[in-house]
Each structure stands twice: as C-alpha cells, then as structure tokens.
T-cell receptor, first 113, second 114 residues
Framework: GENVEQHPSTLSVQEGDSAVIKCTYS??????FPWYKQELGKRPQLIID?????GEKKDQRIAVTLNKTAKHFSLHITETQPEDSAVYFC????????????FGGGTRLMVKP | DAGVIQSPRHEVTEMGQEVTLRCKPI?????LFWYRQTMMRGLELLIY????????DSGMPEDRFSAKMPNASFSTLKIQPSEPRDSAVYFC????????????FGPGTRLLVL
C-alpha cells in the first residue's frame, strides 16, 4: 500500500519568515495530494490540495508543489503569522483507493512572534 | 449545515468496559471514515464506508474493534473490551462519493481508558 513520509516533524520559524514542509510518497499511481491543518485541540481541516495534472497551486500565502518524477510534494507558507501555528498533515490518494487517504506523520509548526 | 457530529466528545472508562462512539455524517455525504489519532502513531484510518458498506477495514487494530453504519446518517465504532492502549482521539470524517473529494472531520471523541 501507499506510504507517506513527512519532514520535518517540528518546525519553528519567526513571524514573517517562510515555512516549507516536505512529503514523499511511495505509490507512483498516487494522483491526489491534500494538506490538512490541525490547530491544538481541534479537528483537521483541508487547506489546499493538488492533483497530479498540475505542478503547483497557490492560495494567498499558501502554495503546494508537486514533483511526480521524484514522488514528493511540498507545502510552502510565506509571511508566516502566529495563527499559522498548528500541526500540518500531508496525504496521498490513488485512483484505486477511491476516497481513502494515506496521511503523513504530521509537522508541528510554531511561529514565534 | 451542522457539519459532522460526534458523540460523546469525551469519554473516560475503565479497562474492560464497552465503549461506543457515534457519528452523524454531513447530509448527502456517501463516504464515512473512522480515524484514530495518537502522539505515537499519528492519524490512522481504521475503517472506510461507502454507501453504508464497509470498503476497507484493514486499519481496525483487532477483533475488539467493530464498526457499523446501519443507515446513511449514523455510524458507530465500538470497542469491547476496552484497554488503556485504546486511549486516543477518535475522529469521524465524511465526504461526497465523488472521486477524491475533501474529507470533513468531526470534532473528535477523546477517549481515556483507565
């Protein structure tokens, strides 16, 4: 089955700096890659996703890039703010998996004011 | 829409007791997922239903765990008997049946087994 690895497990940045979280996946058939944000004590919520037919997607301060050849994808947050502090999860899915997602281990992002 | 509803929000029980967690998915959603979250193991998929039918239960840890979805608006996850290592946050999520769509998570049930 699919295996998703996520790095780093913790990331501390100064407010205003950029943050980058990287994930690798094992199944070359994976074609859908969402990112979820989980604030402390809250539920995971989708913040952005990308499908394999594009290499990059942006939404305001958040962007995701995908390298299918290398089987990795990354989340980029620019101009970080304290409210970006949370745990971020990447995930991957294949056609055969229907709506099932395989999640990475999560990255705890801390933005210091 | 009220979103995915889970109950109870918190549960404290003693080892050996039966625990039943409940979930009401978003109306119109055909896929339902049960996840377990712990510090050590992260976010694990336990079981996945599509149109009330279990599609993949390979994540269910052992026979002590069982899940049902008797209709489109209700699902249960049961642990019998419970053990301290079952302590975790259990999330239910739902999505439309459309291919690779967003999963909407419920608020979770925080379970502590003493």
């Amino acid at each position: 089955g699919e295996n998703v690895e996520q790095h780093p497990s913790t990331l501390s940045v100064q407010e205003g700096d950029s943050a980058v979280i990287k994930c690798t996946y094992s199944d070359s058939a994976s074609n859908y890659f969402p990112w979820y944000k989980q604030e402390l004590g809250k539920r995971p919520q989708l913040i952005i996703d990308i499908r394999s037919n594009v290499g990059e997607k942006k939404d305001q301060r958040i962007a995701v890039t995908l390298n299918k050849t290398a089987k990795h994808f990354s989340l980029h947050i620019t101009e970080t703010q304290p409210e970006d502090s949370a745990v971020y999860f990447c995930a991957a899915s294949t056609n055969n998996a229907g709506n099932m997602l395989t999640f990475g281990g999560g990255t705890r992002l801390m933005v210091k004011p | 829409d009220a979103g995915v509803i889970q109950s109870p929000r918190h549960e404290v029980t003693e080892m050996g007791q039966e625990v039943t967690l409940r979930c009401k998915p978003i109306s119109g959603h055909n896929s339902l997922f049960w996840y377990r979250q712990t510090m050590m193991r992260g976010l694990e998929l336990l079981i996945y239903f599509n149109n009330n039918v279990p599609i993949d239960d390979s994540g269910m840890p052992e026979d002590r765990f069982s899940a049902k979805m008797p209709n489109a608006s209700f699902s249960t996850l049961k642990i019998q008997p419970s053990e301290p290592r079952d302590s975790a946050v259990y999330f239910c999520a739902s999505s439309t049946r459309d291919f690779q769509e967003t999963q909407y998570f419920g608020p979770g049930t925080r379970l502590l087994v003493l």
